[in-house]
């Protein structure tokens, strides 16, 4: 299995790169966010990858964080949902925004994605609803970077252009991951605190954890 490619951009095409690895060059398909944080033809890259394999082919998808690559292997789990589908979903939400669509039930969002119907947009939220929490806590990962023992036999002679980051991870995903902790341990079910540490994220981007913390119980109080 091909979890990781790191290299030289070759090219970029309408829906891929090709990454040149020590001489061999790897077509990988990305989203459309992804392929525009893309550094340009020359500068090293790296990209985590998911391989496809199917009767007459071999595919691989490159993700900037492993988050990404989480949901584009749970996406695809759903009966409807192909890796075409999946990358539309991730390029028009990203890891983050797709996230918090999930955990809140917005099946609004996940249909605007191209080529995603209401019934399939319905049936991915109930599907992955309950499975958002988990990967919600994975987001401190960053993203994927080339670093010099990458491409050390493809490395030119004048200095290598600095490799520039596929997509910038959450500014507070490491608080957002510590409050589902925090409220699953005060006993709240993993959907129902999901969607409230969503809801408080999306509301104050910026909070930290005791603050996301205390938005999250007032979303989850009794009303009335």
Not at 58 to 65: A, E, S, V
């Amino acid at each position: 299995m091909i979890g990781r490619i790191a290299g030289r951009i070759d090219m970029r095409g309408p829906d891929y790169v090709l990454i040149d690895v020590r001489g061999v060059g790897y077509m990988v398909y990305v989203s459309d966010r992804t392929l525009m944080a893309m550094p340009g033809p020359g500068e090293a890259a790296a990209l985590y990858t998911e391989l496809i394999v199917r009767e007459d082919l071999l595919q691989l998808y490159g993700f900037p964080t492993l988050v990404e690559k989480e949901w584009f292997r749970l996406l695809t789990s759903v009966q409807g949902v192909g890796a075409k589908g999946a990358l539309a979903i991730l390029g028009a939400l990203g890891a983050d925004g797709l996230s918090r669509a999930i955990a809140l039930g917005d099946q609004a969002s996940v249909k605007a994605a191209k080529g995603i119907g209401p019934k399939t947009a319905q049936r991915i939220v109930l599907e992955l609803k309950d499975k958002a929490p988990a990967v919600m806590a994975m987001g401190t990962s960053a993203p994927t970077k080339a670093d010099d023992s990458d491409i050390e036999v493809i490395e030119p002679a004048t200095a290598a252009p600095k490799p520039k980051p596929a997509s910038a991870a959450p500014a507070n995903a490491n608080a957002q991951a510590e409050a589902l902790s925090a409220l699953s341990n005060l006993g709240y079910a993993p959907s129902e605190a999901a969607a409230a540490v969503a809801e408080a994220a999306g509301e104050t981007p910026d909070a930290e954890t005791p603050a996301l913390i205390r938005s999250a119980l007032k979303k989850l109080a009794p009303k009335g």
